[in-house]
């Protein structure tokens, strides 16, 4: 008899990049050329002094398990670094380490979510937010956010959403955000919070991509607003993007005492700790500086605004203008409104311009926005300049 599976993981559907992102890769193994637009992680080296620290523990046997929310060392310096970068003060008890920051999330939205409750994600999100809501037994409200406001939540909207579902218990923000490279001000995160804290919504503040930000723009923590707000935020973090760490699996959380110690217990019958030695890793990371990664935050910065400049060179095609993280939005509805292709949807051009033009894009509805496609700037200014000249070229060719 085959094994039934269970209702809750008959809801997380495979992810639609799949399909496109293997042919890529297969393009590439048969030699062909394709400029990659779809990665989603740095494209520098881990820093050296980073993984000296990890032959070090290497080397010292640290290779056991840990405590289940982090080593003491770590869990410190994370305390130290909440302080000093963002005004966040917080104690050892209210920091849990995990394999991820999206294992932080994950274990957060367990613990404070109950069957039935609703949790408020904006649109675009990123594309694991709502299967992670599901998999907590909650049901994800969309919020949708617009290019010309650069993809910002608007509080009289993020309200009237709240009122039209009186379910919800939670909030999903991302600043810097993936896919939109949107970065919150103050004042817009002090709107967002009042309306948060009037209708007593958990926020849980993703903000993995703060280093990552562009033209004077500044991260600012919303749990740093006030102690209300702070009380009522679970904020994540992470090594993967700021130290180009992604492969260690490093992330964490600062949430009040007994909300941390809640998500420790849930973390305990998961995947009981982080790396050992990862964790060793993430205090040279947090405690010492050799300028790589503000090298690597300016190499960034100068690519996002080369490669806005060269797509909007393409009829038609919208750019948001990030201020974060290392992506971008274009909007192509243009096109998918009137192309002679039979081309209805960003799945089918994503795979039409890998096909004929060689460039792998990442189709905005796995971030629930059909109109748009995301490109990454995670790839050298000579592979930028390539790739955007090949998305001009098979976007015109939609019409000829």
């Known amino acids: 008899m085959p094994i039934k599976l269970s209702r809750q993981i008959r809801r997380i559907k495979p992810s639609p990049t799949l399909a496109i992102s293997a042919k890529a890769t297969q393009m590439k193994k048969e030699g062909i050329n394709v400029v990659n637009f779809g990665v989603g992680e740095p494209d520098f080296n881990t820093p050296d002094y980073i993984k000296k620290a990890a032959f070090k523990a290497i080397d010292e046997n640290f290779t056991r398990y840990t405590p289940t929310p982090g080593i003491p060392e770590l869990k410190q310096a994370i305390c130290d670094k909440l302080l000093r970068e963002n005004n966040l003060q917080y104690k050892p008890n209210e920091i849990v380490?995990?394999?991820?920051?999206?294992?932080?999330?994950?274990?957060?939205?367990?613990?404070?979510?109950?069957?039935?409750d609703q949790v408020i994600i904006q649109v675009p999100y990123w594309v694991s937010y709502p299967y992670q809501v599901e998999l907590a037994e909650a049901e994800p409200v969309y919020l949708e956010t617009k290019i010309d406001n650069n993809f910002k939540i608007e509080p009289d909207k993020l309200e009237a959403l709240i009122k039209d579902n009186p379910r919800a218990k939670a909030i999903i923000l991302n600043t810097p955000g993936n896919p939109t490279g949107t970065v919150y001000t103050r004042s817009e995160l002090e709107a967002i919070a009042a309306v948060c804290l009037k209708y007593e919504l958990v926020i849980i503040s993703d903000e993995i991509y703060e280093k990552l930000v562009y033209d004077g723009s500044e991260h600012v923590s919303i749990a740093s607003l006030s102690e209300e707000i702070k009380a009522n935020t679970i904020v994540i973090n992470g090594f993967s993007k700021a130290y180009a760490m992604t492969g260690w699996r490093l992330g964490y959380l600062a949430a009040p005492a007994e909300v941390a110690s809640a998500i420790a217990r849930i973390q305990g019958h998961i995947d009981s700790n982080a790396n050992s030695i990862s964790q060793k890793a993430g205090i040279a990371a947090l405690q010492?500086?050799?300028?790589?990664?503000?090298?690597?935050?300016k190499e960034f910065e100068k690519r996002k605004s080369f490669l806005r400049e060269e797509l909007l060179k393409t009829p038609e095609v919208k750019c948001s203008n990030p201020d974060g993280?290392?992506?971008?939005?274009?909007?192509?509805?243009?096109?998918?409104?009137?192309n002679n292709k039979g081309i209805t949807c960003s799945e089918q051009?994503?795979?039409?311009l890998l096909e004929n033009f060689r460039v792998d894009l990442v189709q905005g509805s796995v971030f629930g926005s059909d109109d748009y496609v995301r490109f990454s700037y995670a790839n050298s200014m000579e592979n930028l300049a390539e790739g955007a000249k090949r998305f001009k070229e098979g976007m015109l060719s939609l019409r000829s």
């Open 349 to 352: 051009l994503c795979t039409y």
């Open 325 to 338: 993280a290392f992506y971008m939005m274009a909007d192509i509805s243009a096109y998918l409104k009137n």
């Open 97 to 116: 380490v995990s394999a991820g920051a999206k294992a932080a999330i994950a274990f957060a939205l367990r613990a404070v979510c109950d069957s039935h």
């Open 288 to 297: 010492e500086d050799d300028g790589s990664l503000e090298k690597m935050r």
